[in-house]
């Protein structure tokens, strides 16, 4: 993990007083996992997970998140059924979108939505934290 950008999330989180909340949405509780447990690893990110659409909304209403990820094909409710509904209630907050089979029409469409960032799985770790903290410290 380069020491830099933990460095870099500790210390802008430091100054605001309070860690960077993310929401991670994703139907795959290894990649959950994954995310929550790397994104633990500095305390200037606190992380909630959900395994769906409508999971994801709730906590969405309820709660203020500094940066989401989602899956951008999920059952149910699918990920770009959420990123209007996410940028009406949160419109300033960034969304990344994490996708392993999504096609390019879909990616796009994700981006017209207001998606920041496509990453496609499998997801490397430390440029997903890394890609974070550009975004939350700049």
Avoid: W
């Avoid at 909630?48 to 906590?59: H, N, P």
């Avoid at 951008?72 to 409710?77: G, L």
């Amino acid at each position: 993990m380069p020491v830099e950008v933990l460095e870099k999330l500790n210390i802008t989180a430091q100054r605001r007083g309070k860690p960077f909340k993310l929401l991670i949405i994703d139907d795959e509780l290894p990649v959950q996992q994954a995310f929550k447990e790397m994104c633990e690893i500095s305390q200037a990110l606190k992380i909630e997970v959900a395994s769906d659409g409508t999971q994801a909304l709730e906590k969405i209403n309820t709660d203020h998140f500094d940066l989401i990820t989602v899956d951008i094909i999920m059952p149910e409710v699918s990920g770009l059924d959420l990123i209007p509904k996410m940028k009406e209630k949160l419109p300033g907050v960034p969304v990344f979108i994490i996708t392993g089979n999504a096609t390019e029409k879909l990616v796009n469409e994700a981006g017209f939505m207001g998606a920041n960032k496509v990453i496609y799985k499998p997801v490397d770790l430390i440029g997903l934290l890394t890609e974070i903290s550009s975004v939350l410290c700049d």
